[in-house]
Structure formats: C-alpha cells, structure tokens
C-alpha cells in the first residue's frame, strides 16, 4: 500500500473512534436515565436493519454464522459488558481497563493471522495504556473484581471481532458486511432486554435525535469506516486507533461541559498520540519488510 493511500485510510479509520468518544457526552445529555442496554439495542437494531434494506443482500452459506457471531463479539457482547464495567466502576477505570485491547489484539493476531509480534508495537500498547490511565484515572479510583472482569472481557471480545473481521472478509463491500454485523448484534441484544424488561421512559424530541446520532453516525457510519479500516490496514494497525475515543470524549467534556483539563490530563493525550504513532511505525516496518522480500 503506497503511503499516501494509506494515510488517508488511517485518517478515516481514525474518524470513528473518535467520533465513539461523543458517546458519552451524548448518552448524558440527551438521553439521561435511559438503560445502557436499551440504547445499545437501539443503536444496533434500527442501524443494522436499515443498512441491510439499503443493501438489499443477506449473508450466504457460512457468512449468516460467521455474521452473527461477528455481531455477538463487536457488539452484543462488547456493549453488555461495557455496560456492567461502567456500572461497576468509576469511568476512569472502565476506560483504562479498556484500553488492554490493542495489546490483546496484537496477540491474537499472532495466533489467528501469524502476524508476527514486534516489540516496538507491544511497547506502543502498554503506552496507550499508561496513556489513557493519565488522561481518565483519577487518584484513588476503587477496583471492583467483577467490573474489572467486565472490562477485561468487553476488551478481549472486541478485540476478537476485531481480528475475526480480518480474518472473514466475505465477497461484499464493507457497508454490506457491517450491515449483517450490526443487524445480528442488535438482533441478539433484543431478548436480553425483553428478559430484563428495563424502563423504556417516554422519546422526547432530544430522546429522537440522540439515539438517531448514535445509532446513524455512531454505529452505522463509524463502523463502515472502522471494518474498512481493519480490511485494509490490519487489525494491529487499526485498533490503537481506537485509544482516540478517550481523548475526544475528554475534548469534547473539556469543550461542550466546561470541564477542566489538567496538565496530567495534557500530557496523557500526547502519550495517547505517541503510542498511536508508534504503532504506525511498526506496522509500516513490517510492510518494508514485505515489500523487499517481494
């Protein structure tokens, strides 16, 4: 890939993490006292199904369980769990417990796609990580074991779908495959919430257009990009990408809520913004390797 091709495609890929992080100022402000898992559902569903009545095409053979075990993983799953870690422990945490993902994904790479682990992107992971704890953390945060294993999980699950995404790659555009993808998510969330039966209040006009921001912008096109991205960069390259959801949700907190930033916070960012970079550069190392050997 030559390298001005691929920087644009870093440059939309990018775009969706970081528009993920005005979920939070989003969900707060627009759809307060609304239940986590009801907007996940309604983030997924409607997205999905109105992705595959534009697309007019249904998985075949193998894709129709491959598609909806890619839904389960990147967002049944994930936003479940995400949602028992941010109850269970303060964002800060949930957010640097989050974080492992790049790390788990440069690791299952290695045993799904053989790609082989350099240390420089090991050492750019665990970067992100110290990162985002400066940029979220705040001193003394409690650790509840079961938020914790939460997290954890909601991260080793996107972070399988997140290589599997890589590894299947069906004969369709990636509009159509994250069609599938969100239809079968949202599809496998729906019995959760009939089992839970949590309180639906009232849509008000705010209620409307929050959850048609999420759902349109947050999910059916960020995610477009972000498979995109995973197909044509990798996962390794893709996913510290998404260490940028935490620094616009603080930006976008900083600049639509009058919050402060702290010189920690600052300084957490340009850690963030390293590791990314550094990342980049250990994939672009791999792909001169490639390139010579060819």
Do not use: C, K
């Amino acid at each position: 890939m030559q390298r001005g091709a691929r920087g644009a495609d870093l440059l939309l890929t990018a775009l969706a993490p970081a528009v993920w992080g005005s979920t939070y100022i989003v969900t707060t402000e627009m759809l307060a006292g609304w239940h986590p898992l009801v907007v996940a559902l309604l983030r997924a569903l409607p997205a999905g199904l109105l992705l595959t009545l534009l697309v007019r095409q249904l998985p075949q053979g193998i894709w129709w369980g491959r598609s909806a075990l890619l839904g389960a993983l990147n967002f049944s799953v994930f936003w479940a769990l995400l949602f028992v870690s941010a109850y269970r422990l303060p964002g800060g945490v949930a957010a640097t417990v989050g974080a492992i993902q790049p790390l788990i994904v440069v690791l299952l790479s290695r045993a799904v796609l053989g790609t082989p682990i350099r240390a420089l992107a090991v050492l750019a992971a665990l970067g992100g990580i110290a990162g985002v704890a400066m940029l979220v953390l705040a001193p003394g945060a409690a650790l509840d074991p079961l938020g914790v294993a939460a997290g954890l999980g909601g991260a080793v699950s996107m972070a399988f779908g997140t290589v599997l995404t890589r590894s299947w790659q069906p004969p369709v555009p990636a509009l159509t495959f994250t069609a599938w993808q969100l239809a079968a998510g949202g599809l496998l969330l729906l019995p959760v919430v009939l089992w839970l039966q949590p309180p639906l209040p009232a849509p008000s006009a705010l209620n409307l257009l929050g959850l048609a921001w999420l759902g349109l912008v947050g999910a059916a096109l960020t995610y477009i990009l972000w498979f995109r991205g995973i197909a044509r960069l990798g996962p390794t390259a893709a996913a510290p990408l998404a260490l940028l959801s935490p620094v616009a949700a603080v930006l976008l907190g900083w600049w639509g809520l009058g919050e402060t930033l702290t010189p920690v916070q600052l300084a957490g960012m340009l850690v963030v913004i390293g590791s990314i970079v550094a990342s980049q550069l250990a994939q672009g190392g791999r792909s001169a390797s490639r390139r010579s050997a060819g």
